[in-house]
């Protein structure tokens, strides 16, 4: 009976130890700023540098200014203006233009010579 008992906790410990030690990648939910090559995403009122960390090289290909986008991307975000972040995935929710932007946001990356497509 202890050694099945024991078989179990440890067999627990192992599954929770991995769980744990997991590689999730958080998704959110955004408003796309195309800028020549780059790819923004405006997340609560802030734009962050999108980084194609994925296999895929044409992963913003399809992505325009305005539209909404869904991005899973890593837990860290590089401080910088504007704030970096690597993605992994972008889906395009729905189709946008720069008018659903904020126009603060637009203004604030235009003064520093982010031009919007």
């Not at 590689?23 to 540098?49: D, E, H, Q, Y």
Request: contains cysteine; proline residues 3%; hydrophobic residues 35%.
């Amino acid at each position: 009976m202890k050694k099945t008992l024991c078989t179990v906790l440890s067999l627990l410990l192992v599954f929770t130890l991995l769980y744990g030690c997991g590689n999730f990648k958080p998704a959110s939910t955004g408003r796309a700023v195309v800028s020549g090559s780059s790819c923004l995403i405006v997340l609560n009122g802030s734009p962050t540098v999108m980084i194609n960390s994925s296999d895929d090289e044409d992963l913003f290909s399809d992505v325009r200014t305005g539209d909404l986008i869904k991005i899973k991307h890593a837990n860290e975000i590089m401080e910088s203006y504007p704030p970096q972040v690597n993605v992994y995935s972008c889906k395009i929710v729905s189709k946008g233009t720069a008018d659903d932007v904020d126009k603060e946001v637009l203004d604030e990356l235009a003064s520093h010579g982010w031009n919007y497509e």
